[in-house]
T-cell receptor
Framework: AQSVAQPEDQVNVAEGNPLTVKCTYS??????LFWYVQYPNRGLQFLLK??????LVKGSYGFEAEFNKSQTSFHLKKPSALVSDSALYFC?????????????FGTGTRLKVLA | DTEVTQTPKHLVMGMTNKKSLKCEQH?????MYWYKQKAKKPPELMFV???????INESVPSRFSPECPNSSLLNLHLHALQPEDSALYLC????????????FGQGTRLTVV
């Protein structure tokens, strides 16, 4: 079965510092991996995805993620955090093998950027 | 137009009421989804429509009834809900069932009293 784990409920980082939000996955076959961000009382906004190709994926708002097949990880990173980056971040994997193509979301990580 | 629009944004309903949530997209997407999200939890898939046909029902109680009248519109009819059904209901769409990222609406915040 496909699954995604986000080991940290919350990550605190000072403004201007680099940030990392962790995600590990378990899939059979090649993974389709995604990061979404959610601001309070809003829907999910797509940040970036890994389907194939370069292991370093660049996305919206200066975010990037590194796909590491040997560690089955897809950590989200940003070189310099902004207070406005404070939000709830979800890692997700697309369930391709079952043919449903549905998303399987991690439990989410709340990012708090401190001024 | 690259938006998924959900109405209403907020809804308060009694346990004996009948109401509907609406989702609309004009991107030509042929796969549409309903998700339920409780506070501080990830979204949980409820229904998937592919080419206007229901393809997945994740064992959702019958008090939730989805409808896809055309390729741009997705409804969720609500009847005899319980207070524990209070949540953020999210609609999403994507070009086709095999495509990659989905576009999410802003959600309807539902409170059942």
């Amino acid at each position: 079965a496909q699954s995604v784990a986000q080991p940290e409920d919350q990550v605190n980082v000072a403004e201007g510092n680099p940030l990392t939000v962790k995600c590990t996955y378990s899939v059979s076959g090649n993974p389709y991996l995604f990061w979404y961000v959610q601001y309070p009382n809003r829907g999910l906004q797509f940040l970036l995805k890994y389907i194939t190709g370069d292991n370093l994926v660049k996305g919206s708002y200066g975010f990037e993620a590194e796909f590491n097949k040997s560690q089955t990880s897809f950590h989200l990173k940003k070189p310099s955090a902004l207070v406005s980056d404070s939000a709830l971040y979800f890692c997700a994997v697309r369930d391709i093998g079952s043919g449903t193509y549905k998303y399987i979301f991690g439990t989410g990580t709340r990012l708090k950027v401190l001024a | 137009d690259t938006e998924v629009t959900q109405t209403p944004k907020h809804l308060v309903m009694g346990m004996t009421n009948k109401k509907s949530l609406k989702c609309e997209q004009h991107m030509g997407h042929r796969a549409m989804y309903w998700y339920k999200q409780k506070a501080k939890k990830p979204p949980e898939l409820m229904f998937v429509y592919s080419y206007e046909k229901l393809s997945i029902n994740e064992s959702v109680p019958s008090r939730f009834s989805p409808e896809c009248p055309n390729s741009s519109l997705l409804n969720l009819h609500l009847h005899a809900l319980q207070p524990e059904d209070s949540a953020l209901y999210l609609c999403a769409s994507q070009p086709g069932p095999g495509s990659t990222e989905a576009f999410f609406g802003q959600g309807t915040r539902l409170t059942v009293v």
